[in-house]
T-cell receptor, first 116, second 115 residues
Framework: AQTVTQSQPEMSVQEAETVTLSCTYD???????LFWYKQPPSRQMILVIRQEAYKQQNATENRFSVNFQKAAKSFSLKISDSQLGDTAMYFC?????????????FGAGTRLTVKP | DSGVTQTPKHLITATGQRVTLRCSPR?????VYWYQQSLDQGLQFLIQ???????AKGNILERFSAQQFPDLHSELNLSSLELGDSALYFC??????????????FGEGSRLTVL
């Protein structure tokens, strides 16, 4: 079974600074996706960024980028130029590619607070 | 707007009762997933359906059941409710397959309060 671990329950960062959220996962699969979802106080789940395991290049989306280390099974999220609106819970998630048993598994989350 | 619709948004009921949560996936998505999120917790996977068939099962209690109908909407039935069932229940959908992006699109959730 796949497991996702986020070892930082809470983090804070000053506005305009950079912060990195950690995520590790355990799987025997070779073909999978990794995701970071954001859950603001509204509780809506919003996709921040996704990475396909076969791609060596790290994904980037504007101020958000990842450091994907497949061998180490590590998938960290870097937020640059943090903004107050980035305050939220951030969940790392894993999904196996394919048709069967490819449910998405989430980590416990990291609560990020951006301070003015 | 993710395109996934969940009803009701809020529901308050008593212990021992039964409720049904409804989900309409995004147009074109064949897979529906149900997740439970208790207060300040992560998302716990309950069950997945693909084109009407159950495809994966997580830690879903025997008191809970789900199904996906021919029009692809899904219902999650929760019975003999207990206080601990109070949570936010998410439905998510995706186009499942090797050509898909893998991304799940989430509804806004149904908040269940059991008193």
């Amino acid at each position: 079974a796949q497991t996702v671990t986020q070892s930082q329950p809470e983090m804070s960062v000053q506005e305009a600074e950079t912060v990195t959220l950690s995520c590790t996962y355990d799987t025997s699969e070779n073909n999978y996706y990794l995701f970071w979802y954001k859950q603001p106080p509204s509780r809506q789940m919003i996709l921040v960024i996704r990475q396909e395991a076969y791609k060596q290049q790290n994904a980037t989306e504007n101020r958000f980028s990842v450091n994907f280390q497949k061998a180490a099974k590590s998938f960290s999220l870097k937020i640059s130029d943090s903004q107050l609106g980035d305050t939220a819970m951030y969940f790392c998630a894993f999904m196996k590619r394919g048709y069967n048993n490819n449910d998405m598994r989430f980590g416990a989350g990291t609560r990020l607070t951006v301070k003015p | 707007d993710s395109g996934v619709t969940q009803t009701p948004k809020h529901l308050i009921t008593a212990t021992g009762q039964r409720v049904t949560l409804r989900c309409s996936p995004r147009s074109g998505d064949l897979s529906v997933y149900w997740y439970q999120q208790s207060l300040d917790q992560g998302l716990q996977f309950l069950i997945q359906y693909y084109n009407g068939e159950e495809r994966a099962k997580g830690n879903i209690l025997e008191r809970f059941s789900a199904q996906q109908f021919p029009d692809l909407h899904s219902e999650l039935n929760l019975s003999s409710l207990e206080l601990g069932d109070s949570a936010l229940y998410f439905c998510a959908s995706s186009f499942t397959g090797t050509s898909g992006t893998g991304e799940l699109f989430f509804g806004e959730g149904s908040r269940l309060t059991v008193l």
